[in-house]
């Protein structure tokens, strides 16, 4: 793939996962650092035709009039995440990617997140069709002036409140009509992926909102021969969720109830704080326990905002299940990691993969980045390790 130039388009550009990922990316480009962290740097993918760091650019959309730079030293001293002495090495690059990003929409993106927009974008009136035009043609002149082969959008905005999909016809062309009125309940997240596939771009949806997790925005990928993932990254308490409840179930044993508790206090936090918002999350962080286990135990998901935490989340689970003979048992763990940096090289990893998929001609959504997510869209296996062992099939089919 020499010469082969990649964008990566991000949703909620200047927001502590987009930033992070972009201070990571531009620190792979100097040699700043080791791809600690980064999947798609083990060993078993390396002789993939990976999009390399020279050859990235960076770009994206967000709803607040905020600098690049300010928001990675706010990751520096408010949330104690990143290096200062990094992000010194690279702020010229910080402050000349302002350029690159864009307002993007508040089109149904709920109270919560209005309320961080600036005014001009809150005062904005356009219908979804004029919305994702106006996006699609930021994208376009990004792609044409850095002289880009492809671009794979990702989606790290902050998570909105949550969206009936079933409400929604099956096919594009019942939905896209629809887009016309400014009534249309299709919300910000799944006008940015009509924008990605519209072109032709892959779209990762990181978050937990709607995105792409409809029927017609399927058959709009299909129709387009692009491909779409997700949805909401798997990074921390969710990942060992996924990793622990196979073990209960090969065991044997009963889990009668997993309750876990989750504090921190970014951005994504104060947008959580919000119950709508809230519910969306918490839906998405549950479901997987009752796949994998083939019955639903009694769960409490609870995620609160507490400032003084900045980016640093801590997850407290208490596992109740039972034992040989009916006795009770428990198993009880703490996870304490940063936010932005446990999500950050995954971004960076599912833009790669993404944009190989879509150079093989992969279509629809890729399934074999299962491992990634939370909540996988199209398919019901929820295990980390069977859902890795997918990833590690799909790519050395690629190899034959």
């Not at 032709?200 to 709009?220: E, K, R, V, W």
């Not at 801590?314 to 940096?341: N, Y």
Request: proline share 3%.
């Amino acid at each position: 793939m020499a010469g082969s130039r990649t964008g990566i388009w991000l949703i909620g550009a200047k927001g502590g996962v987009a930033t992070t990922s972009i201070v990571g990316l531009l620190a792979l480009k100097k040699a700043l650092t080791e791809t600690v962290g980064l999947v798609s740097e083990l060993k078993q993918f390396q002789d993939l035709e990976l999009a390399q760091w020279n050859d990235i650019v960076i770009g994206g959309h967000d709803i607040r009039d905020v600098s690049l730079l300010d928001e990675a030293y706010k990751m520096v001293f408010e949330s104690r995440a990143i290096d200062g002495r990094l992000v010194e090495k690279i702020k010229d690059d910080l402050t000349a990617l302002d350029a690159n990003i864009h307002d993007g929409t508040l089109h149904n993106a709920g109270k919560k997140i209005t309320e961080f927009a600036h005014p001009k974008l809150q005062a904005l009136k356009e219908t979804p069709r004029e919305a994702v035009d106006r996006l699609k043609g930021h994208i376009t002149e990004f792609a044409k002036s850095n002289k880009l082969d492809n671009v794979v959008v990702v989606n790290v905005s902050s998570t909105e409140p949550s969206v009936d999909g079933a409400q929604f016809p099956k096919t594009w062309k019942e939905l896209e009509p629809q887009l016309a009125s400014s009534d249309c309940k299709l919300p910000a997240s799944s006008l940015y992926g009509i924008m990605a596939l519209e072109l032709g771009y892959a779209f990762i949806n990181f978050t937990p909102s709607l995105g792409t997790a409809i029927d017609a925005l399927d058959d709009l990928a299909k129709s387009n021969n692009t491909c779409h993932m997700g949805h909401d990254g798997k990074t921390g308490e969710t990942l060992l969720k996924s990793t622990l409840a196979p073990m209960f179930a090969n065991r044997n044993f009963h889990v009668m109830s997993w309750v876990g508790h989750n504090i921190f206090g970014n951005m994504d936090a104060k947008v959580l704080d919000d119950p709508e918002n809230k519910k969306t999350k918490a839906v998405s962080k549950d479901r997987l326990l009752s796949k994998i286990f083939g019955y639903t135990p009694q769960t409490l998901v609870t995620i609160e905002n507490i400032d003084s935490m900045g980016d640093w989340k801590t997850a407290w689970d208490h596992i109740h299940f039972q034992g040989f003979l009916g006795t009770p048992m428990v198993m009880q763990f703490i996870w304490q990691g940063a936010d932005s940096l446990l999500a950050a090289p995954l971004v960076i990893d599912l833009a790669r993969f993404a944009d190989l998929a879509k150079r093989q001609g992969c279509t629809g959504l890729q399934t074999q980045l299962s491992c990634f997510f939370k909540s996988p869209l199209g398919t019901e296996e929820n295990d980390f390790a069977k859902q890795f062992q997918m990833l590690e099939a799909w790519t050395e089919s690629l190899k034959k």
